[in-house]
């Protein structure tokens, strides 16, 4: 868990955090927006923060050595999951893990409305009302419209633009209202 999701959780602020930890305000707010590296601090310093916000040294710094994977294989990630779990585990797995509002809060905003969407999507698909826990996120979409690698190529290789129209027309609408096209969730190997 990240310090920011810490200071969430725990109705602190950086300021609380600051005097409680006797890092400077500024040294706070730089590590907790992210202008400062965590892992780059000194022990002394993740130590004192671990220790004002009372977890350990290696839950705040886990976060920082996290490794993003390609979008690509992020959706087929996802994907499996649905075919493998079932729908309403899969509902039920997504909600409890908190995990659209992790990536939301990384900026990893790709993977995070991709997973909102497919959680909107098996939600409509099964007459599951909708968690309105993220409707914030859901007013968000990203700025260039993402396609799926094949459909780039086949693009690409055929010279021609009608194949991106094409997939945006199939586009399942729980998708395509973040700007990612996606039309076939179901059909992995």
Not at 12 to 28: D, N, R, V
Not at 132 to 138: T, V
Not at 155 to 181: C, G, H, M, T, W
Request: glycine content about 2%.
């Amino acid at each position: 868990m990240t310090i920011k999701e810490t200071l969430r959780d725990k109705s602190m602020s950086i300021y609380k955090l600051s005097k409680a930890s006797s890092i400077p305000y500024a040294t706070c707010n730089d590590i907790v927006n992210g202008k400062s590296q965590l892992e780059k601090c000194s022990a002394e310093t993740v130590y004192k923060i671990a220790h004002a916000l009372g977890v350990s040294m290696e839950s705040i710094l886990s976060p920082c050595f996290i490794k993003r994977s390609s979008f690509e294989n992020f959706k087929s990630t996802i994907c499996h999951h649905v075919k493998e779990m079932g729908d309403i585990d899969f509902i039920i797995d997504t909600l409890e893990s908190q995990n659209i509002r992790l990536y939301f809060d990384r900026k990893w905003y790709p993977e995070c409305l991709y997973l909102l969407a497919m959680l909107d999507y098996i939600s409509k698909e099964n007459d599951v009302p909708l968690c309105d826990e993220y409707d914030d996120i859901r007013r968000c979409r990203l700025e260039k419209v993402v396609y799926p690698s094949s459909v780039l190529a086949l693009s690409a290789a055929s010279k021609n633009a009608n194949v991106l129209k094409n997939a945006e027309a199939a586009a399942i609408p729980e998708f395509k209202r973040f700007n990612i096209i996606e039309s076939d969730i179901r059909n992995v190997i």
